[in-house]
Nanobody, 119 residues
Framework: QVQLVESGGGVVQAGGSLRLSCAAS????????MGWYRQAPGKQRELVAS???????NYADSVKGRFTISRDNAKNTVYLQMNSLKPEDTAVYYC?????????????WGQGTQVTVSS
């Protein structure tokens, strides 16, 4: 079993910044991709940003230019730097990791961390 521990959430005013971290531990194997999803009240969970093992990134249109995803492969950690935050960014943010172990693929989710942006 792989564990994902998220940190960095909190309450911030519009225009402020937060940095989320997600550290994977356990039987990691080889991480293929890591990403951040979010779910706002009454809405579906959506992909915010992802990054492959090769460093290619993908962002939701709503966060392009404001959020930056990065990873530290040696530490099995993914980060989400969130700048110019808007009230619409308020949601529970979930880390997701896809990995390969013993020739099989697995997917894991973090526990979620609350991000609240006030106006």
């Amino acid at each position: 079993q792989v564990q994902l521990v998220e940190s960095g959430g909190g309450v911030v005013q519009a225009g402020g910044s937060l940095r989320l971290s997600c550290a994977a531990s356990g039987s990691i194997g080889s991480i293929n991709a890591m990403g951040w999803y979010r779910q706002a009240p009454g809405k579906q969970r959506e992909l915010v940003a992802s990054i492959t093992s090769g460093g290619r990134t993908n962002y939701a249109d709503s966060v392009k230019g404001r959020f930056t995803i990065s990873r530290d492969n040696a530490k099995n950690t993914v980060y989400l730097q969130m700048n110019s935050l808007k009230p619409e960014d308020t949601a529970v943010y979930y880390c997701n990791v896809g990995l390969s172990r013993a020739g099989l693929r697995y997917n894991y989710w973090g526990q979620g961390t609350q991000v609240t942006v006030s106006s």
